[in-house]
Structure formats: structure tokens, C-alpha cells
């Protein structure tokens, strides 16, 4: 099935840690959804960058995902 790559990032004003440091990416979460359109069908690859703090290294932060119809579900 053809894929579809949606990156999900930090929105620019949760990039700053509370240290004062600027977050960074430390690793991926992935998941993927099923998308039928009429005759048609493809994966969404969803990649939800997860975010860290080189300065203090307080807990990572992940961005979010759209809702699914059904949650946990891969349609």
C-alpha cells in the first residue's frame, strides 16, 4: 500500500524547557493508520518527534497525534 509520512512537531513555544535550554529531538514514536478513500486505500505513517533537554535533562516531551476515529485503532 503507498504510504503517506505526517511529521507531528513541538509547536515553537514548548521548544523552550523550563531551564531555559532549547529542546531537541531525542527520538521518534511511529504509528500508522489505515485511510480508505473512495477506491483507495493507503497507510498514514504517523511520526510524533519526541523531544529532550540537553541542559537539565528533565522528561522528554512528545508531540501530539490527530484523533482517530476510533482511538487505537488503525482506521
Not at 44 to 68: F, L, N, S
Request: glycine share 4%.
Amino acid at each position: 500500500l503507498p504510504r503517506i509520512e505526517v511529521i507531528h512537531e513541538l509547536p515553537e513555544h514548548e521548544l523552550t524547557c523550563a531551564c531555559g535550554c532549547r529542546k531537541h529531538v531525542i527520538s521518534e514514536e511511529t504509528s500508522e493508520q489505515l485511510d480508505i478513500v473512495p477506491m483507495q486505500i493507503r497507510v498514514i505513517k504517523h511520526i510524533r518527534k519526541v523531544y529532550g533537554c540537553r541542559g537539565c535533562e528533565t522528561a522528554p516531551v512528545t508531540a501530539d497525534k490527530p484523533a482517530q476515529l476510533i482511538e487505537k485503532s488503525m482506521a
